[in-house]
């Protein structure tokens, strides 16, 4: 299986809210846009944070595709982790 | 399997291979001159070839059905020559891999201000590239070839559309043409951009997760080629690939077209270098006779080298990439002893950070501030702690953006930095630099205002 995650830098407006839910997978740079430091995503738990960074984007700009194809976001990965 | 054999001999009947080479002999000419074998035929002034000339000159195209393309881009080793150098023959396979009718663009836009190239093809020898071109639509298995250019481009245009009427007056081909005219700009000539003004008229680079051969903006397989690149197609089929390669080196087959800018004789003079030729021998056949302080090798995007560096580099890929430099757009912009690199490197940075599409946050934030540092180095108004920034810039420009604009600049700056050090040393220090008052060298446009005026998308459309 293999997942891609990318920022679509022209869609990013630099709210960074991408790393509060995927802190280690993207980099923040002085302006708050960010990066996804390695796009391909070994394991499951790099799955699901990515996931959840890209449900959380306000700007749609955190693209997550399987085998090519864009991975819906949305109910089955919700950003209110803290279950408020 | 195609039988490579036979293609051959098919091509070798052609007269207009350059017999009695020696192997190793170069050649440096412009339009017209001997020895060349793209610019061939007819000198400057003359206008675009009519196809009755460009047919007596070089004969029919042979047809060929879509494998023997494939076959003879392969056996060639056709790399792309719009400044990416991406083999011509993977990208056509990878469109066909993928599956959908593809859709086949030609990039004759030549965004690269100091850059002549493909203007000169389009406007003196139109009919190489649209014969290129035609095999290339038969690779794909597609009828309909678009051509995209500068609206603004002026005898590119008129040669490109003349040569598209003579042709379908004639029925010549069995591809539609259409000639597509975009928008002045830098960023509007990279492949995305066409793809996308095309299609849906907004000529701003678009972010997509995969490559335009596999899925383009309308969702079908895009090949967007190099004018310079179906050009060569267009003699590699009539010459037969191990004859059209041995124009070239080992490392960089076949012929290369190069522009030349700055403190030559002719700046702007397009020149093709025939076989295994260094900078040095491209320069000397242009009026430089000893090495220059320094060589733009590239383009605007591209990187300083130094004078006795560059003379001695094979103008090759392979030797040109030990010195952290590459072919590009096939600039070669010579600086002069006496000239700063440092002022001329700020006017291009300038100029660049005004190109951006102002579309991706980092590229509209870092590039106008990448432009002022650079600027203050080079006037003399800067400290070493904003050598740092630099860097820190640099750092985070690179790989930023939905397009490869920013990471040019980047590569520019750094090459600067490295190349030019005891100048920056010199400059940081406060010293008068020689160079101020020595006129501009290379032809950079007036910056456009980053952040003025209309909204971006409007002058993208």
Redesign the interface.
């Known amino acids: 299986m293999t997942t ?1 995650v ?1 920022i ?7 709210h960074a809210i991408c790393a509060l839910y995927f802190s280690d997978g993207v980099e923040i ?5 960010g ?1 996804v430091v390695e796009p391909t995503l070994t394991t499951r738990r790099a799955v699901r944070k990515a996931l959840r960074a890209a449900a959380a984007c306000p700007n749609g700009a955190v ?1 997550v ?1 399987e085998h ?1 194809e ?1 991975v819906p976001v949305g109910a089955d990965h919700p950003t209110d982790t803290a279950g408020w | 399997m195609i039988d490579l054999a036979d293609l051959l001999a098919a091509s070798a009947q052609v007269s207009a291979a350059p017999g009695g080479r020696a192997p190793d002999a170069v050649a440096v000419g412009g339009l017209g001159d001997p020895g060349t074998v793209l610019l061939s035929g007819p000198g400057t002034g003359s206008g675009p070839e009519s196809l009755d000339a460009h047919l007596d000159r070089w004969a029919g195209l042979p047809v060929l059905d879509g494998a023997q393309v494939l076959a003879l881009l392969r056996a060639g080793g056709l790399d792309g020559r719009g400044g990416g150098g991406f083999p011509l023959a993977r990208k056509v396979a990878a469109a066909l891999a993928s599956g959908g009718p593809p859709v086949l663009l030609v990039n004759a836009s030549e965004s690269e201000p100091a850059s002549a190239k493909d203007a000169t093809l389009c406007a003196c020898r139109p009919h190489l590239v649209l014969d290129g071109a035609a095999l290339v639509a038969a690779a794909l298995g597609v009828d309909h070839v678009v051509v995209h250019l500068h609206r603004g481009a002026g005898a590119p245009v008129d040669g490109i559309s003349r040569a598209v009427a003579e042709r379908r007056g004639g029925g010549h081909d069995v591809v539609a043409w259409t000639v597509s005219l975009g928008p002045d700009r830098y960023v509007s000539g990279e492949a995305s951009a066409i793809a996308g003004y095309v299609h849906d008229g907004d000529a701003r680079p678009r972010f997509a997760m995969a490559p335009l051969a596999v899925e383009g903006p309308t969702g079908r397989p895009t090949v967007v080629v190099n004018a310079e690149t179906v050009a060569q197609l267009g003699v590699m089929a009539r010459i037969g690939p191990r004859a059209w390669a041995a124009l070239g080196t080992g490392g960089s087959p076949g012929p290369r077209l190069l522009t030349v800018a700055g403190a030559v004789d002719r700046p702007g003079r397009v020149v093709e270098l025939v076989g295994p030729g260094t900078v040095g021998d491209v320069l000397a056949g242009t009026g430089c006779t000893a090495a220059p302080a320094a060589v733009l090798v590239g383009g605007f995007a591209g990187t300083w080298l130094s004078g006795d560096e560059a003379w001695q580099a094979p103008y090759e890929r392979s030797a040109l990439a030990c010195l952290g430099a590459g072919p590009g757009c096939g600039l070669l912009g010579v600086l002069p002893h006496g000239a700063c690199a440092l002022v001329e490197t700020a006017r291009i940075v300038g100029y660049l950070a005004g190109e951006s599409a102002g579309q991706c946050g980092t590229c509209v934030a870092g590039l106008p501030r990448l432009a002022s540092a650079m600027s203050s180095l080079a006037d003399g108004t800067f400290r070493r702690r904003g050598l740092r920034r630099i860097e820190t810039l640099g750092d985070e420009l690179l790989g930023s953006g939905a397009c490869a604009h920013p990471d040019g600049v980047v590569r520019l700056v750094r090459s600067t930095l490295e190349v030019f050090r005891d100048d920056v040393v010199r400059h940081l220090a406060g010293e008068q630099c020689r160079g101020a008052d020595h006129p501009p060298v290379l032809p950079v446009p007036v910056p456009h205002p980053a952040g003025a005026g209309p909204r971006p998308q409007e002058h993208f459309s």
């Open positions: 891609v990318r679509d830098p022209t869609l990013c407006r630099g740079d002085q302006w708050g846009f990066r693209v595709t090519g864009a």
